[in-house]
């Protein structure tokens, strides 16, 4: 059984640019939820991916998107990027397949660290 | 709004002394609750959710609705406990769509 990874581990943008992070879910999950965590602070929830339709977002505007595949994975796509999406951007994988998005524990990736100057 | 309270961002504790971590949270519903650890260079991992009622590693946490807490605590803490907590919360019908305290570092010394 694989785990959770992501890529890249590092990214550096500037300001306006757009972004693309990419999560592996863990092998037979099909929930990928996706966290933003700043420096000091815990990790916020952005939304949530079920068998590839978006299940729940956070407090993030639209510039924030994403997309699941066919086999579970993600993307996660920031537009015009500003100072303050500088974070390390998590995501985590849960359940199995099932007919409803689990409530099973999640499992989080590594994480990949962005930096807009 | 800040659903979850970790008041304190450091506790500093000896070994073999007991350790105790706030967790307060706001909501009205039946929220399931969340401990979970980062270990140096490792990533995010569950440590216990309070409806499995295990005991990990030595900690428990109890859920209390009416101080509206899920305090974290180990009698004895151990150098290998030195970590970052966070405690998270899961709304109903928003199972798995996580918020997060802003943690707390715990640091054991000999």
């Known amino acids: 059984e694989t785990g959770v990874t992501q890529s890249p581990t590092h990214l550096i943008k500037t300001r306006g640019q757009q972004v693309t992070l990419r999560c592996s879910s863990q092998s037979g999950h099909n929930t990928v939820s996706w966290y933003q965590q700043a420096l000091g602070q815990g990790p916020q929830f952005i939304f949530q991916y079920y068998r590839e339709e978006e299940n729940g977002r956070g407090n993030f505007p639209p510039r924030f998107s994403g997309l699941q595949f066919p086999n579970y994975s993600s993307e996660l796509n920031v537009n015009a990027l500003e100072l303050d999406d500088s974070a390390l951007y998590l995501c985590?994988?849960?359940?199995?397949?099932?007919?409803?998005?689990?409530?099973?524990?999640?499992?989080f990736g590594p994480g990949t660290r962005l930096t807009v100057l | 709004a800040q659903r979850v309270t970790q008041p304190e961002k450091l506790l500093s504790v000896f070994k073999g002394a007991p350790v105790e971590l706030k967790c307060n949270y706001s909501?009205?519903?039946?929220?399931?609750l969340f401990w979970y650890v980062q270990y140096s260079r490792q990533r995010l991992q569950l440590l216990l959710r309070h409806i499995s009622r295990e005991s990990i590693k030595g900690f428990t946490a109890d859920l209390n609705k009416g101080e509206t807490s899920f305090h974290l605590k180990k009698p004895f803490a151990q150098e290998e406990d030195s970590a970052m907590y966070y405690c998270a919360l899961s709304e109903y019908d928003s199972w798995g769509k996580l918020q997060f305290g802003a943690g707390t570092q715990v640091v054991v010394t000999p």
């Open positions: 985590a994988s849960s359940g199995y397949s099932g007919p409803a998005p689990s409530t099973d524990t999640q499992y």
């Open positions: 909501y009205s519903g039946s929220p399931e």
